[in-house]
């Protein structure tokens, strides 16, 4: 076997997230007495979504999907570092074969379940397995099999190579082979670092530390989650009856009194496909395919330097987020060529050079074409919705006619194969550029939107048969541009991205919050990835 040895520490969250606006830091205003003892519980408020429907059950999406997260109750067998690289929760070593074919993972040996029973090769196999065979959310096509070797060595076969299969492993919470059954995700029993004490379905679940863990011990000893609308959140910060909630843009010019506004920063994007392939078509379902406006590569071009991004987010976010150029921001694989300034005036520019000339009411139009389309958003979502009317009035500016409108999720993927949508993504792992970009196995197009690159395809390939995560990343960087073709805008640029949308909590005073990584899409589970290292002051 051709080892490539990954050897990587766990590190802890460095990435932005702070006070925000101009009240006091999320601190204490005045520090207890040494005589005191210290506060070692937390009530914390997410959104109803957050909520895991069938439970934490990793097969049934528990740490992935919208609970993308290092699941508290198990343990995974990596983690993600404070710069999105792998690091080690279980693992203490790991070797992949010359092919990429076999992963080779070393266990620490101190590790038991909550009920007494020692965590073992065999339940991280039997985990894998049956994640294979059943998860409703997490890919595992890619897995053949996971063996144990002995009590502390698992091995895994794949079917093809998959260079970033440590990303999967750091999402996939490991359980007992011996207590696993049809309602674990009721009562889950785990090696991580909280246990499950207390499930109230639609209303709040209750943690509490986990007194066999392995790790340093949490420094929160119990944890109380709160399931609630953005109403509802920001009505119960105000009693002062919680410790911390998730808020959004709309509420950032309130005042909580007691509270302090803390916003992290996120790769929680915004942006629009683009089809680029003429009208005409359709899949093998029927579904039409294509938009003769948006199949012009100097037309997309020009739409991405007519938007004004800084002012989108002060006038859509007020002012929480960050601009967006891709859906891999900020991330190890993230190739920064994505980067362009607004520019209205070159985007007039490249759409009287490409014959896209204004017509007698100010739209351009080009051979019967008008520069016009429909601009779809998920009807009930209101920033998206004002993304959208904010998109349609600066394009409005060079010429372009945007019509918005609110669709139900059961029409929209099918109505985006011929339109725009805006979409939201975001996640710790370079699968998303693969989802978005790479052609369909067996299609013509990519899933999302009507857009093929064999070139692009092929370095993605490259990226995921790669050994070495490092060399991996390159690849992913050249997917998006490798100076002759890609998805950027000087490539065929059909994904057009606006915003990483912060995300907003109430703080109450007292309560520090612990460094937190990068977030992902989803405004749920991440922010409690590292309660355990919360602490009040």
Do not use: H
């Given at each position: 076997m051709t080892a490539a040895v990954i050897t990587a520490g766990?590190?802890?969250?460095?990435?932005?997230?702070?006070?925000?606006?101009?009240?006091?830091?999320?601190?204490?205003?005045?520090?207890?007495?040494?005589?005191e003892t210290p506060k070692?519980?937390?009530?914390?408020?997410?959104?109803?979504?957050?909520?895991?429907?069938?439970g934490f059950d990793p097969a049934y999406g528990w740490g992935a999907g919208e609970h993308v997260h290092e699941p508290l109750i198990q343990s995974t067998l990596t983690v993600t570092t404070a710069d999105l690289k792998i690091g080690y929760d279980l693992a203490v070593e790991m070797e992949t074969s010359g092919d990429g074919l076999v992963w080779t993972v070393k266990l620490r040996d101190d590790v038991k379940f909550s009920d007494g029973e020692p965590l073992t090769a065999e339940d991280v196999a039997f985990t894998y397995n049956t994640l294979r065979d059943t998860s409703s959310v997490n890919d595992f096509t890619m897995l053949k099999e996971a063996k144990a070797l002995d009590e502390a060595t698992v091995e895994f076969t794949l079917n093809r190579p998959y260079s970033i299969w440590p990303y999967t492993m750091a999402i996939t919470g490991i359980v007992p082979e011996h207590a696993y059954g049809p309602d674990y995700g009721s009562h889950p029993i785990g090696s991580g670092r909280y246990l499950l004490k207390q499930w109230d379905k639609g209303q709040q679940v209750i943690l509490e530390a986990n007194p066999d863990y392995y790790g340093e011990a949490p420094k929160m000893k119990k944890v109380t989650i709160l399931f609630m609308d953005e109403d509802a959140a920001y009505a119960a910060a105000l009693s002062g009856q919680v410790d911390l909630a998730y808020t959004s843009a709309a509420f950032s010019e309130q005042t909580v009194p007691g509270f302090s506004l803390f916003s992290c920063e996120t790769v929680d994007n915004r942006g629009f496909n683009l089809p680029a392939t003429p009208a005409g078509e359709t899949d093998e379902n029927g579904v039409a395919l294509g938009n003769d406006f948006t199949a012009d590569i100097q037309v997309r071009r020009a739409i991405n330097l007519a938007i004004n991004r800084e002012e989108m987010i002060e006038h859509v976010l007020n002012g929480h987020g960050t601009a967006a150029y891709s859906v891999c921001d900020k991330m190890p694989w993230y190739n920064p060529t994505a980067e362009l300034s607004y520019d209205s005036?070159?985007?007039?520019?490249?759409?009287?050079?490409?014959?896209?000339?204004?017509?007698?009411?100010?739209?351009?139009?080009?051979?019967?074409?008008?520069?016009?389309?429909?601009?779809?958003?998920p009807a009930g979502d209101s920033v998206r919705q004002a993304l959208c009317e904010d998109t349609a009035n600066q394009l409005a500016a060079v010429g372009i006619d945007v019509t918005?409108?609110?669709?139900?999720?059961?029409?929209?993927?099918?109505?985006?194969?011929?339109?725009?949508?805006?979409?939201?993504?975001?996640?710790h792992t370079p699968m998303e550029l693969y989802n978005i970009y790479h052609t369909k196995p067996g299609g013509t197009y990519a899933e999302y939107s009507p857009y093929a690159n064999e070139a692009v395809d092929a370095l993605m390939d490259a990226a995921l048969a790669s050994n070495s995560l490092e060399e991996s990343y390159e690849l992913w960087k050249k997917a998006q541009w490798d100076g002759r073709t890609g998805i950027t805008q000087a490539g065929d640029l059909p994904w057009i991205w606006l915003v990483n949308i912060d995300h907003l909590y109430w703080v109450k005073d007292g309560l520090k919050v612990a460094d937190q990584k990068l977030h992902p899409h989803g405004h749920g589970w991440t922010i409690v990835n590292n309660v355990d290292q919360w602490v009040w002051e």
């Open positions: 766990l590190a802890l969250g460095l990435f932005g997230c702070g006070a925000a606006g101009t009240g006091p830091a999320a601190g204490p205003n005045t520090r207890k007495e040494q005589s070692e519980s937390v009530i914390v408020v997410m959104g109803p979504s957050s909520e895991p429907e069938s005036e070159l985007a007039v520019s490249l759409l009287e050079e490409a014959g896209w000339k204004p017509g007698a009411d100010g739209i351009r139009e080009r051979d019967g074409v008008r520069a016009a389309f429909q601009m779809l958003y918005v409108e609110g669709v139900g999720w059961d029409t929209a993927y099918d109505r985006a194969q011929s339109a725009p949508l805006m979409w939201g993504w975001g996640a």
